[in-house]
């Protein structure tokens, strides 16, 4: 019995060394400054743009800072998988591309998210303390997005 549990932990520690040689490509965009499309084109305050960067743009944007366990797989494979759907939902670089009317969506989106307690998601914050937003952030945001869809709408 003893022989056969080491034979499978080995058979185990062989396979998490084997999985290690996948490495798919990080989400960091090295043709480009760190800049956001998002917090330009309305001209955010300081404020804004530090909880944007502190807890939407590692999965919602071209550049993710990654943390060390994101170098050991199958967490690398689980992050990548969350920045994927994250910018296939919305990309924060990329919303100047967005149509006017995908941008005011996408406005509603986040201020109901925010809202909602939906975003950032409880698995990041977890791992992320600092990425979990305030009662006061919440407001602050949500006050200033709501500013910026009345502008929106006004055009």
């Not at 034979?7 to 084997?18: A, Y």
């Not at 100047?96 to 307690?117: A, F, P, T």
């Not at 409880?122 to 709501?146: F, R």
Request: glycine share 4%.
């Amino acid at each position: 019995m003893k022989k056969a549990i080491k034979k499978i932990l080995l058979i185990g520690f062989i396979l998490f060394l084997l999985i290690q040689i996948y490495q798919p490509a990080r989400n960091i965009d090295k043709g480009q400054a760190q800049s956001d499309g998002f917090a330009n084109f309305y001209k955010a305050p300081t404020k804004i743009q530090n909880i944007l960067k502190n807890s939407c743009y590692d999965c919602h944007s071209n550049n993710t800072n990654y943390p060390a366990y994101s170098y050991i797989q199958p967490a690398r494979y689980f992050m990548e998988k969350h920045i994927k759907e994250g910018k296939e939902e919305l990309n924060f670089n990329e919303w100047k591309n967005y149509s006017v009317r995908k941008q005011r969506n996408k406005l509603n989106g986040i201020i109901e998210q925010v809202k909602e307690d939906k975003m950032p998601l409880d698995s990041y914050t977890l791992l992320h303390k600092n990425a979990k937003l305030s009662d006061q952030q919440k407001v602050e945001m949500i006050n200033w997005l709501n500013v910026i869809q009345k502008q929106q709408n006004d055009r």
